[in-house]
């Protein structure tokens, strides 16, 4: 682990970096708090820092109390005081900063390195607490088996961006896929073939989808993409190419190498109305798709006004 020394003083410099390195620790170096501010505001700043009280520019006490008016999103950085003052309202004021510990000068080896164990274990296990909370929320809003965002989220990703088209005026499109005849897959070829299907049509959608554009599994073998700033014919379209790759090539699995194909159904707004007449007008263009034969797109919009559906 890397620690960031804001020290002043060459000799404590000195002292201070050949115990750390004695100890296993990298680490670098401050000569003033401005310098040290500089250090922990990059991305890969050191998590661990010792900070002299008193330093040129910037005090350390002031460098705790910025590096905690920081977003919580930003990684967290452990900090220990090191101090000529002993009076219990300095220790205070240094805690009521944001400092995690202090210890006084001249200091004691040992007690140094059982404080900078401490604050490495602490580093560590928040390391750990994020990396299981983005775990958490990557599973809450995926699809175990396609990895897409799932329903609750791609639904929830769709209301923002129905606000978004009202409030900015801005063209909003969805297309809603189904994959043709799947029951007839799971019964000929067997659930894992069908699987392996869902995942590769999965990644054939995603391949074609701008980064802003959102993409999820619907439900069973139906698939909803979220288009911001599409308009009738740019959602029809890019439906279209979407099918098409969809169907140009057989899906390869351990068992069988089947061709699938889609049908889809878009829905357009241009004015005022909300996701849910949205999703039910796309559900409509998608049974028209399927009662006309499948592989196929059709269309519904919203006119002017929101009222009544017309057939494009």
């Known amino acids: 682990m890397t620690i960031l020394l804001a020290e002043d003083s060459a000799l404590y410099r000195h002292l201070i970096t050949g115990h750390l390195a004695e100890w296993g620790f990298d680490c670098i170096c401050a000569n003033d708090g401005r310098q040290a501010w500089d250090m922990l505001a990059k991305p890969d700043a050191p998590r661990l820092a010792l900070l002299d009280w008193v330093l040129p520019g910037v005090d350390g006490v002031e460098l705790c109390r910025r590096l905690r008016l920081r977003s919580e999103t930003e990684p967290y950085t452990y900090t220990i005081l090191l101090t000529a003052k002993n009076q219990q309202k300095e220790m205070l004021e240094a805690m009521d900063a944001g400092a995690d510990d202090f210890l006084a000068k001249p200091f004691d080896p040992p007690e140094l390195k059982a404080r900078l164990l401490v604050g490495k274990r602490i580093v560590e296990l928040q390391q750990k607490l994020v990396s299981a909370n983005g775990a958490l929320q990557y599973a809450a809003t ?3 088996l396609t990895k897409l965002w799932n329903r609750a989220a791609i639904i929830a990703f769709l209301q923002r961006e129905v606000a978004r088209s009202l409030r900015e005026s801005i063209a909003l499109g969805v297309i ?9 897959v799971n019964d000929e070829l067997g659930h894992e073939t069908g699987d392996y299907v869902l995942r590769e049509i999965a990644k054939r959608l995603t391949a074609n989808v701008r980064e802003y554009d959102g993409v999820g599994r619907y439900g069973g073998e139906e698939f909803l993409l979220v288009i911001p700033g599409c308009d ?3 959602s029809l379209r890019r439906a279209n190419v979407i099918r098409e790759l969809i169907s140009s090539a057989p899906i390869e699995t351990p068992f069988k190498a089947p061709r699938v194909t889609a049908s889809m159904g878009v829905a357009v707004v241009k004015t005022s109305t909300n996701s849910e007449s949205l999703l039910r007008s796309a559900d409509e263009a998608l049974y028209q798709a399927k009662r006309n034969g499948r592989n196929r797109v059709e269309s519904v919009t919203f006119p002017r006004g929101g009222e009544g559906i017309r057939r494009v």
Request: charged letters at 35%.
């Open 176 to 184: 809603l896929v189904d994959v043709d005849y799947f029951k007839k």
């Open 232 to 234: 009738l014919a740019t």
């Open 142 to 144: 995926h699809d175990f």
